[in-house]
């Protein structure tokens, strides 16, 4: 699995969304619920770096995007 391959991607707007809510929308996480247990037992990364707080408002910037992560297998693109 290279750069090209075909993840969920989903655009934020400048405002930003939370992590947990992020997850969710994305289909990573089925609930809410379910995306803070993954956050509280450190099963979430964003551009690698393991995020355990729920809140975490992930703002990319104008054309950047960030991968997230949930274990090993499973991940998505967040854009602006």
């Known amino acids: 699995s290279g750069a090209g391959e ?3 991607a989903i655009a934020v707007g400048a405002e930003g969304l939370r992590i947990a809510a992020l997850l ?5 996480t089925t609930s809410s619920g379910e995306a803070k247990r993954k ?3 450190g099963a979430v990364k ?3 770096e393991t995020i355990t707080d729920p809140a975490h408002l992930i703002q ?3 054309g950047k995007t960030l991968r997230l992560s949930l274990g ?3 991940h998505a693109l967040v854009h602006r």
Do not use: M, V, Y
């Open 60 to 62: 990319p910037s104008e």
């Open 24 to 28: 969710t929308a994305i289909g990573l």
């Open 46 to 48: 964003l551009d690698g």
């Open 39 to 41: 956050l509280a037992e």
């Open 72 to 74: 090993k297998k499973r």
């Open 6 to 8: 075909d993840l969920p």
